[in-house]
């Protein structure tokens, strides 16, 4: 009852004032099509000016011509009719911003879709912004860990890097940035997840799954699907981007993934297409370049004289026949600092994740890598390089000497450790453990299908033996002599 | 044919001349006709309009009140405009 009695009292209040008088900016809707009006009137009306059609009904105003005026509806579109009035609202589009976003689904516009209450915040961000120049910016040093034996060791990736993840359908492209997500515990980075164009029941799945990890506390979902709106899923990556603004403003470190920008540009063609701008190399707009130029673009790592704070960027393409020098595909692989490729031919002989060690690369990363990583990576480097010139030419010849069939021996078996189940992200130190034990040469004499069984007997020694030895490398990040030495030990007591 | 670019340059500011014009084209409508009194009233409070040329039309829909158009602009006085604000206001406190 007292709430009702304050509800009448407000609306006495609002009824009580003398009509304000004040002018609005009108015009008529003249067309609808798929997402997009076109209208008359609005003389006044700004690029990227939000416009209101009846109740919270929005429109986000992206084309300007002498006599017209085009916008995309945020929103169902169905019920809008020619000859309905609009109004302009006089401000650009905005998300809510706080950190109650944590743990939850959100669509593009910042209202909840996991069925709890809406987020409730003062701090608005602008969905479009322009990303940190170059004063405020420094170079990448600092690791991320994926978790990943094959993405730590040969393309590590450092906080405020943009590395593209790009393969076929079916490779398990969302599972590294998944992955990537649910290593990020205790981490202190904010992940968010962006879906564009997704399957809701894919997307229901990872939120599933991020909940079963315990990673929802630290993980924020965008997901526009395959049937929102076109104009729904143009806007999701710049959502994301916007709310990863406010935590890296905060001085936090955050990671997002957009699955995937392949969709994003498809959605970008239609509504172009409906604008009827002029297109371009497989009907894309000329401006399909500078769409995702400008959202890669704010990923980045602030100094710490302007707060600190990062957005790393893992972008996902789908190419069609592992085809990339397609359009799309070589657009982002020119904007990202890296890419990691991915294969079906490899996914299907068993090596997952299917990663192309020699297509894939990080272009920063590598000042990024910590030196414990680093000091056991170079030499796999060079091992798995050997392996791979010599594999292709051992074909043609029988007779092998012994030295090229020791590089043949461990090429396998370093192949055979970098291998990984999925959602088994692992430490520093245990990936440390695994791979300073292949380079070393002790896997040289198990057969190949005794690797994992060693794997696993390894991590089972080291969580119950060494667990000292865990955590200092895991909190040093450094492996000095003695920690050699002592690795070197309980890997030889394991052989026996 | 090559068009004379002097008379593209004429076409061109008649027609920004006549966009002009239409653009402060002030509309005014009521649910009746006004008397010359209310006219009066309504170019005293609104000075800086262009009440020489003013329409006046009439529509039933709006209920009460009158709403003044100016190009794009709209002043809206009406009890519809009102109404309809007060309906969407109902709709946020929910």
Known sequence: ?496 | MKINPKLKDDLKSFLMEKIQKEQNLVVVYSVDNLDIDEKKALEKKFTDLNWKEAVYKIDKSIIAGIIIKIGSRTVDMSLAGSLSKLSNNLYEID
Not at chain 1, 71 to 81: C, E, M, R, V
Not at chain 1, 469 to 478: A, D
């Open chain 1, 1 to 496: 009852m007292k709430l009702i009695d304050e509800y009448l009292k407000t609306l006495e209040k609002e009824l009580q004032n003398k009509p304000k008088i004040s002018t609005e900016e009108t015009g008529t809707v003249s067309q609808v099509k798929d997402g997009v009006v076109i209208l008359e009137g609005l003389d006044r009306v700004a690029y990227g000016e939000l416009i209101e059609f009846k109740k919270n009904l929005l429109g986000y105003v992206i084309d300007l011509t002498e006599d017209e005026v085009g916008a995309i509806i945020l929103g169902d579109y169905t019920g809008i009719a020619a000859g309905n009035k609009a109004k302009a609202l006089g401000y650009t589009l905005s998300v809510p911003v706080s950190e109650t976003l944590l743990g939850r689904v959100i669509d593009p516009l910042g209202s909840p879709l996991d069925g709890k209450t809406p987020i409730k915040s003062k701090t608005f961000y602008p969905v479009e912004k322009i990303a940190a120049g170059v004063v405020k910016r420094q170079p990448v040093n600092i690791s991320l860990q994926t978790g990943i034996k094959a993405i730590d060791a040969l393309i590590p990736i450092g906080r405020g890097q943009r590395e593209l993840i790009i393969g076929d359908r079916g490779t398990g492209k969302t599972t590294i940035a998944v992955d990537t997500i649910l290593n990020q515990k205790g981490q202190d980075v904010v992940c968010i997840y962006c879906a564009i164009g997704q399957k809701n029941s894919k997307v229901a799945a990872i939120v599933e799954l991020l909940k079963k990890h315990g990673a929802d506390k630290y993980s924020i979902v965008v997901n526009a699907s395959a049937s929102d709106s076109v104009a729904m899923q143009y806007l999701a990556p710049y959502t994301a981007s916007a709310i990863g603004e406010y935590f890296m403003d905060k001085g936090q470190d955050v990671l997002i993934v957009y699955d995937d920008l392949t969709k994003h540009a498809w959605s970008y063609r239609q509504m172009s297409l409906i604008l009827r701008r002029p297109a371009g190399r497989e009907a894309y707009p000329g401006d399909v370049f500078y769409l995702h130029s400008r959202l890669l673009e704010r990923a980045c790592r602030i100094d710490k004289k302007y707060g600190g704070g990062s957005i790393t960027a893992l972008p996902i393409i789908e190419t069609l026949d592992g085809d990339l020098s397609a359009y799309i595909p070589t657009n982002v692989i020119s904007i990202t600092d890296g890419q990691i490729s991915l294969e079906t031919d490899l996914f299907n002989s068993g090596i997952r994740p299917a990663i192309n060690v020699g297509l894939s690369v990080s272009r920063v990363g590598g000042n990024a890598q910590t030196k414990a990583m680093k000091a056991v990576a170079g030499k796999l480097k060079l091992d798995l390089a050997q392996y791979r010139d010599l594999a292709a030419f051992s074909q043609f010849e029988s007779e092998l000497d012994e030295e090229t069939k020791k590089f043949l021996n461990r090429g396998a078996k370093v192949t055979q450790i970098l291998k990984q189940k999925k959602n088994k992200p692992l430490s520093l130190a245990e990936q440390v453990s695994i791979l300073w034990a292949a380079s070393n040469g002790y896997l040289d004499k198990l057969p190949i299908d005794e690797i994992e069984k060693f794997e696993t007997k390894l991590l089972e020694t080291l969580k119950l033996r060494g667990k000292k030895w865990l955590e200092k490398i895991n909190k040093n990040k450094i492996m000095d002599e003695k920690d050699g030495k002592d690795l070197e030990k309980m890997i030889t007591d394991l052989m026996i």
